[in-house]
């Protein structure tokens, strides 16, 4: 491969501050990068630092208070929040450190909700085969109290990627996890984005983890700090 793709995200000079008042927080303080097509970044940082939320702005589910935030071509400045949600529906899958499951669903029904709100005609059959190739073909009727956590990450997974979305991102997935577990959901993430090319964002403060993605970007106090390239094998 020697020609570079298109970027799949790309951010200008971006900055935001949440909270109000006297707990307004200026984060973000001017970030620009760009993640090639297919690429997998792994964020780094300090605690603090503004991951959660540069991802959460890649996303489309923060917006920034001023700069560019580009998604598979898209200006997401330019979409009102009805299309963000239909855009984030159809290209951007998330995976929470909590799982962020529905707890009064059965894992079937958590997988097929963006798929039936994405129209798809076959929400529940897309559903338990997403189930199926994350090792879930035995929990489909359970709920997510009556799962492990590595079972729960393993259906928020399966809804994240049943979209077919261009653009995965994943905040600290292994978080709430122990490391065997942690390991076998970052595998299970790294082979999904490998099968469907999807450009892969990670969040961790884990090096060795970070090492598995082509490239690291550090963030340290709103800014980026560092970048590098990993040689991939
Ligand atoms: P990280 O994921 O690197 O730990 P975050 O993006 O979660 O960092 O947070 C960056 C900073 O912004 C922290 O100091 C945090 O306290 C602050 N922050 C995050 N969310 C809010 C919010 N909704 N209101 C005010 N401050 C916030
Ligand atoms: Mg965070």
Redesign the pocket.
């Known amino acids: 491969m020697s020609e570079k793709a298109a970027p799949a995200i790309e951010l200008q000079d971006v900055h935001l501050s949440?909270?109000r008042g006297a707990?307004?927080?200026h984060?973000l303080k001017g970030v620009s990068v760009s993640l090639a097509d297919g690429e997998a970044t792994g964020l780094v940082?300090?605690?603090?630092?503004?991951?959660?939320?540069?991802?959460m702005t890649m996303a489309g589910l923060e917006r920034p208070d001023s700069g560019l935030v580009k998604v598979a071509g898209q200006d997401l400045g330019a979409l009102d929040e009805d299309g963000l949600a239909v855009f984030r529906g159809k290209h951007i899958g998330i995976v929470f450190q909590s799982f962020h499951l529905v707890p009064t669903m059965t894992a079937r029904e958590n997988v097929a909700l963006p798929l039936e709100l994405a129209g798809h005609p076959d929400a529940f059959s897309r559903a338990e085969a997403e189930l199926r190739n994350v090792g879930l073909g035995q929990r489909m009727d359970h709920y997510p109290a009556q799962l492990s956590g590595g079972e729960q990450q393993r259906v928020a997974i399966a809804r994240a990627v049943a979209p077919d979305p261009a653009i995965l991102v994943a905040?600290e997935p292994t978080g709430n996890l122990d490391e065997a577990t942690g390991r076998a959901i970052v595998d299970l993430i790294f082979a999904l984005k490998r099968e469907r090319g999807a450009t892969l964002v990670l969040?961790t403060h884990d090096l060795s983890l970070a090492a598995l993605c082509e490239r690291t970007v550090r963030?340290r106090s709103?800014v980026i700090e560092a970048e590098a390239e990993m040689a991939v094998a």
Do not use: F
């Open positions: 949440l909270g707990a307004r927080v984060i940082g300090p605690s603090g630092s503004g991951k959660s939320t540069l991802l905040d969040v963030l709103g």
